[in-house]
């Protein structure tokens, strides 16, 4: 069953202190797997897509990496402004319209 | 670019009653998602419409009915609301497989719906 799986659920930092987040995934023949952020009352914001196993992209203070069974979003000295929701969903390779989000990372950053 | 729009942005029904969430979008895509979120919950695809005319279930379409008016326009309707369906709804519509965001979706502001 594809299936894709965030953690933290939360996460608190202070400004200037680096993390990651996790998404770890099934899915039968991966097409595409995508970062969004989301801010509190609002829709979700593409932020990046990652097509193959050793892709990396790059906005600001995020970074975003693709293994064969996870990615990991990196926050390099984080800012107020960062703290939102980040979800993870995957493209399956079978149905380019089915797309399986993960249930989101919840961080802020304190001053 | 307004993107994507949602009408209405909060509604308030009671048990039985119905109503129909309205979705447009002005980025020229083929392929529109209703999605529902729920507190400790992923976003969860109700229905899609891959391309104007045609629509497909997702992975909790009960409840609920699709309209593709148009390329544009993509509408949510709940013919019979109950409190399960109390959630906030999006709407979002998907890059084509040749952009260079290929997959990537957009999404509109949200529902907010109380079924009481």
């Known amino acids: 069953e594809d299936q894709v799986t965030q953690s933290p659920e939360a996460l608190r930092l202070q400004e200037g202190e680096s993390s990651s987040l996790n998404c770890s995934y099934t899915?039968?023949?991966?097409?595409?797997l995508f970062w969004y952020r989301q801010d509190p009352g609002k829709g979700p914001e593409f932020l990046f897509t990652?097509?193959?196993a050793g892709e990396e992209k790059e906005k600001e203070r995020l970074k975003a990496t693709l293994t064969k069974k996870e990615s990991f979003l990196h926050i390099t000295a984080p800012k107020p402004e960062d703290s939102a929701t980040y979800l993870c969903?995957?493209?399956?390779?079978?149905?380019?319209?089915?797309?399986?989000f993960g249930s989101g990372t919840k961080l802020n950053v304190k001053p | 670019n307004a993107g994507v729009t949602q009408t209405p942005k909060f509604q308030v029904l009671k048990t039985g009653q119905s109503m129909t969430l309205q979705c447009a979008q002005d980025?020229?895509?083929?392929?529109m998602y209703w999605y529902r979120q729920d507190p400790g919950m992923g976003l969860r695809l109700i229905y899609y419409?891959?391309?104007?005319?045609?629509?497909d279930k997702g992975e909790v379409p009960n409840g609920y009915n699709v309209s593709r008016l148009n390329k544009r326009e993509f509408s949510l309707r709940l013919e019979s609301a109950a409190p399960s369906q109390t959630s906030v709804y999006f709407c979002?519509?998907?890059?084509?497989?040749?952009?260079?965001?290929?997959?990537?979706?957009?999404f509109g502001p949200g529902t907010r719906l109380l079924v009481l």
């Open positions: 979002a519509s998907r890059s084509g497989e040749r952009d260079s965001r290929r997959g990537a979706q957009y």
């Open positions: 899915v039968s023949g991966l097409r595409g």
């Open positions: 990652l097509y193959s």
């Open positions: 969903a995957v493209q399956a390779g079978g149905n380019f319209n089915k797309f399986y």
């Open positions: 980025m020229n895509h083929n392929s």
């Open positions: 419409s891959a391309s104007e005319g045609t629509t």
